[in-house]
Nanobody, 122 residues
Framework: QVQLVDSGGGLVQAGGSLRLSCAASGSIFSLGVMGWYRQAPGKQRELVALITSGSSANYADSVKGRFTISRDNAKNAVYLQMNSLKPEDTAIYYC????????????????WGQGTQVTVSS
């Protein structure tokens, strides 16, 4: 069984910073692309940032220059450093990972964290 647990959300004033963390546990043979998504009230879930196993990163235009995604493969973890936060960044943030659980199977599953609330006040 694979589990992703994300944390680090909270309430912050506009211009402030937060760091989200996500750790994968359970049966993990290999980790592929990891990422962060967010969903604001009444809106669809959207991509925030992705990072490959080789640490190549991509960002949504709305967060470029303010957010930084990183990963620690030894800890099966992914992070999102969020600076210069804006009220429009308010959302539930979800981590996501492509994980191959078993060496004897080529199956790769798509796993989600439970979400962590980020609220930015103006």
């Amino acid at each position: 069984q694979v589990q992703l647990v994300d944390s680090g959300g909270g309430l912050v004033q506009a211009g402030g910073s937060l760091r989200l963390s996500c750790a994968a546990s359970g049966s993990i043979f290999s980790l592929g692309v990891m990422g962060w998504y967010r969903q604001a009230p009444g809106k669809q879930r959207e991509l925030v940032a992705l990072i490959t196993s080789g640490s190549s990163a991509n960002y949504a235009d709305s967060v470029k220059g303010r957010f930084t995604i990183s990963r620690d493969n030894a800890k099966n973890a992914v992070y999102l450093q969020m600076n210069s936060l804006k009220p429009e960044d308010t959302a539930i943030y979800y981590c996501n990972a492509a994980i191959r659980p078993y060496s004897h199977s080529t199956y790769v599953g798509n796993y989600w964290g439970q979400g962590t609330q980020v609220t930015v006040s103006s």
